[in-house]
Structures are given as C-alpha cells and as structure tokens.
C-alpha cells in the first residue's frame, strides 16, 4: 500500500510539472494561435539554468553558484524568457506551417548545444545530483515528495490564477482577437507583433518554470530528456484537455500523464524484456489514437476551446 501511494505521490509531481508547461502552451495556442513546436526546447533551457545555478561545484560542467531554489527558479524564468526574446523577434512574422518549422528547429538546436558543449551542460553525461530544497529536513524520500507535491501544486495554483487573470483582461482579450482575426485586430491601432511577442516570451517563461521544476525533483538532466516527443506529449495535453481553456489544459496534462504511465507499464508487464525497448513506440501510438478520436469526437477538447470576444457565446460540441 505504501508503494502505492509513494507511486502515486510520485505520478502527480510529475503531472503537475506538465501541468504548468502546458499552461504555458495554452497561452500561446490557445489564445494568441502561435503553433510551437519547440516546447522541449525551452523547457530544456529552464532546466539546466537551474541546475547549473544551484549545483555544487563540479569538473565536469559550468555551475557551483550554489544559488538557493527561489532565486534559482526565477532565473530560469529569465534566461528561458530572454531565450524566446531573442527567438521570437525573427520568428514571429512567420506565419502557421513556418512559425512550426521554424521552432521545432530551434528545439533541435537547443539539444544539440546540450549534448555538445561539455564545458556548460556535461554534454551527454547531463548534470547530477542537482540538489533539492530542504531534502535534509526529512527523514525519507517518500516525505519529501509529499512536501514537493505540496509545493508544485502550489506553484500550479498560482500560475493558473495568474493567466486566468491575465487572459480575462484588456490585453487578453486583444491576444484572442488577434487570434480569431489579426487583421480586425490590427485595423484598431492593436499591434499584433508585439501581443504575439509578449505571449510568446511569458508562455516559454513558464515553459522554463516547468523545467527547473523537473530538474529539480528528478535531481539529474541530459539532453535524451529533452526529445521531440516530450513536445508531441504537452501537445496531446493540450488538445485532449481543451485548448483556449487553462482548466482544460490543467487536465489534459493529468490525463495524457496517466494514459502515457499506465500504457508504459502495461509494456513492463506484457511484453518480454527483449521487446520492451520497443515499448515507447506503443505508448506514442496509443497517445496518437486517442488523440485522434478526440479530434473527431471532441474537435475542441474535453472541456472546449473557450470562445472569447463575444460575452455569453455559446461554445461549440
């Protein structure tokens, strides 16, 4: 029984972690329709911005700054937001298709530095024993992570009140008119560049918060963390959940997460160790058909896309 619990402990950390990334995605697509596919990309910034900050000393990377988890984390924040600065200035006069090409490549690139720049990353050895607040002041692993569920749940709650707030107001109303017609958006002095950029920049931010979360619970990084289907899962959050809705996005993260554990330990206990290598591939399939009959059942998602610019508009099936 105590297994289970400490399993389930474990399962909701890490659904909540993805829970905050794909917020992060929902403000982006869900209301402002910016499609990036470089989530892995920026998730993997915000981690290894918090674990070079807050590492003990090493011969094998750049870190040792020891720098508390707080501070640590709004870092990461920071450089992932001056990341996506810098990223988004020329990416985001591209439109749709491009917009996706042009981000996924990114994600690419941001792996490759990883696994090659030894020096600041530990190249394909990752970077270890990324310490953990307060870790000593429990007598057991199983504690702490009640502790850690505690306090992610927290920081979920609190991006959550924060982006409804945000999308409720003036400026997320005009990120949603700009998605539904950029062009009328534009015709009323709105410019549509910079509510772009700025959804672009606070959503990786959060993006990165999710990151230095993962990396701080998980303890250890390497750039195989950071793989395109990581973004194809927050993806499949979002859509399964409901884009345009921040409730949906919260529950796609739990539901994909389940689906995706659940089927990866089905594998474990069906399948003979030789074939279980071979298991991810049943896991990306079956996210993939469930996916698809969502499309087709639910085309905006178990709680749907929430219709904005009109008050009391009915949302569709």
């Not at 918090?50 to 094998?60: E, F, G, Q, V």
């Not at 310490?131 to 429990?138: E, G, K």
């Not at 504690?143 to 850690?148: G, L, P, T």
């Not at 409730?247 to 689906?259: D, E, H, I, Q």
């Amino acid at each position: 029984m105590t297994g289970v619990i400490s399993y389930l402990v474990f399962f909701l950390i890490l659904a909540s972690i993805y829970g905050i990334v794909s917020l992060g995605l929902n403000l982006q697509w869900g209301y402002t329709g910016l499609f990036n596919i470089g989530v892995a990309g920026f998730f993997a910034v915000g981690a290894y911005t918090y674990a070079i900050l807050a590492s003990d000393p090493t011969m094998n990377h750049l870190g040792g700054f020891d720098v508390p988890m707080p501070l640590s984390m709004i870092a990461a924040m920071i450089v992932t937001g001056i990341a996506a600065l810098i990223i988004g200035l020329p990416t985001l006069r591209l439109r749709d298709d491009y917009l996706a090409i042009a981000t996924i490549g990114i994600a690419f690139t941001i792996q490759l530095v990883a696994m090659n720049m030894q020096w600041l990353t530990g190249g394909t050895q990752g970077i270890y024993n990324i310490p953990q607040p307060l870790s000593s002041a429990f007598g057991s692993n199983f504690e702490y992570n009640v502790f850690f569920l505690v306090m992610v749940l927290a920081i979920l709650f609190v991006v959550y009140i924060a982006l409804e707030r945000m999308v409720h107001s003036p400026w997320g109303r005009v990120l949603m008119a700009i998605r539904e017609d950029e062009t009328a958006a534009s015709s009323v002095g709105k410019d549509a560049f910079s509510y772009r950029l700025q959804s672009f920049v606070i959503g990786s931010m959060i993006m990165g918060l999710g990151g230095a979360l993962y990396a701080c619970f998980i303890k250890y990084i390497s750039p195989q963390d950071f793989q395109p289907v990581m973004t194809f899962q927050i993806w499949a959050m979002l859509i399964i959940g409901g884009s345009g809705n921040n409730r949906g996005a919260m529950l796609g993260a739990l539901l994909v997460w389940m689906l995706w554990s659940g089927s990866g330990t089905l594998v474990q206990a069906i399948l003979p160790a030789s074939l279980q290598v071979k298991g991810g591939a049943f896991q990306i399939i079956l996210i993939g058909l469930v996916l698809m009959l969502t499309l087709i059942f639910k085309p905006r998602g178990i709680l749907g896309t929430r219709r904005a610019i009109i008050p009391g508009a009915k949302q569709a099936p």
